[in-house]
């Protein structure tokens, strides 16, 4: 049996693997890692055998369902004052086919087939209680088969050096995360009513995973299926992705509309719960994906927009889909209204995701303008020019990564104008540094970094939950335009919680070193965050992240986790 320890960055892929290598990885007995106040600090235990072996990290007893087996039990002991968590890691089939760690699994045994490295994540949280200095941890490997009793075969430790500094709270968070949510997809995965009780108490636990890592914008839908299902009828195993309406919209018989906010209400105070409360992000009233040869396409005639709204008909006891100018209007101004009578008006931003058509932009923001002069937007886009559409009530816009290093220093001349943020913002695209599951672990950290080298205020990502049908057996969807680990940072748990993902935690330590920085560049160490930044960017300019340039991630940036550790140690 092997046994060792890694870093919290290190990445498992299983299938093509050199005889030797549970040996090999499992080398390193010792390791010593850093944190703040408020933070945590994760080492990765690995376990190897030359034969099968269940393992696992419970006191519980347990035996193969197969017949005698070896056990292997990981068992942590931590110093008091810290609290201490261990997952076991579970793998994901890439788009290449080859499995590689990702999930944070709920279970507390696995079966590891011989040869295999089975990783394990330990992770030590700290709060502001904490006091400074250095904790111990010893990880023991006890073995037993059948009925025999339990020998330790083999101790690694670690130790946590906790540092003055105090982090803030997530909710007080600087860096600005915006992390799009598609909670019909939650309903479908457990089967639950739209909106219900059971809905909510499950989206509980997914804002409350969305709010620890410092999101700021709640995502609400107010007309149906506004991304037309990410074109999944293009697909040849379509996966369900429509995303619908919150609100509950009713033709009396006097032929006006009424309007039911109250699941759009809910939601947005429970995201408010977990601080999740800077933006209301409205999908649903702009840039509406269409494809009118499939069937997608808009539905109310004198309007330049795609957008579809359902309603119940009192009268004739049917539902319908609004299709009258003066009816869509009405709703349009019933939102608005809502929003200001709420208090909300200055938090939202009606998004439009990757708008192509400038003319065609100008036209459906001119409706909307006429219908709802108080709504502002945000702007997700592929091309600088829309920064220079001269449209007062657009406020935020996030250029896609690539396209901010390609034109960076026309972003920086055009920054005065915006109003508002200026993030950006990874997808299926560029390939690299993204928080894909092909990606090196430490584009996930250094994706902060790049938001304060370039002094933007923050990141954009398209998808916390947009799971395919099958998310747990198959990541890969829609590849090549789709990569892998694209659609969600987080799995649905068989208990209606989400599973975290090494690339959630990965980013995390990434947004609580961009706090750091601020905190430090506030005690007067600005130049040292900046030499400490610079450091791991190897580019002179910007636009070398374009893919054109044809440089791999090693030659634009570190992807030695130490490089970046240093913010903590120096």
Known sequence: MHFGLASMFYKYEWNYNFWEQGRKETACKRLETVCCKRDSAAVQALVSGSDDFMLTVSRDPLFWKGGPLPVARLELQMDGGVRA???LIGLMEDDDRVSK????????????????IQQVWVEVHTDESTPSGVYEGKLRLYIHEM????????????????????????????FYLDLWQHNSNIARKYDVELWSEDHFAILDHYLQALGALGAKAASVVVSEIPWSGQWSHR??????????SMIKVTLGSDDKLSCDFSAMDRYIGLAAKYGIDKEIEVFGLLSIWQDPEAGYG???????????????????GVYAFITEKEHLAEYIAALERHFVEAGWIEKVRVMADEPSDMELFRKRVDFLRETAPRLRYKIALDHAEFIECGINEIVDYVPILHCAAEQFERLMELRKTIPGKLMAYVCCNPVRPNTLLVSPPLESRLLPWLVEKWQLDGLLRWSFTAWSDNPLSEASYRYPDWKAGDLCLVYPGSRGRPLLSLRYKWLLRGIRDFELMQIRKAA??????????????????????????RKNGKELYSLTPEHY???LTQ
């Open 85 to 87: 968590e261990v997952k």
């Open 101 to 116: 760690s990702d999930v944070l699994l709920e279970q507390k045994q696995i079966f590891v087939e011989r040869r295999k």
């Open 147 to 174: 009925f025999e009793e339990e020998r330790c075969v083999e101790e690694c430790s670690f130790s946590v050096t906790v540092k003055d500094w105090l982090l803030p709270e997530p909710a007080d968070y600087r």
């Open 235 to 244: 697909v040849r195993r379509p996966s369900d992705l429509f995303e619908y």
């Open 298 to 316: 808009a539905i109310v005639d004198g309007v330049p927009d795609g957008m579809r709204v359902r309603y119940y008909d009192e009268s004739r």
């Open 524 to 549: 007067g160490q600005a130049e040292t965050v900046q030499a400490l930044v610079d450091s791991v960017f190897y580019f002179d300019h910007p636009s070398e992240l374009s893919p054109s340039s």
């Open 565 to 567: 550790d240093r913010l």
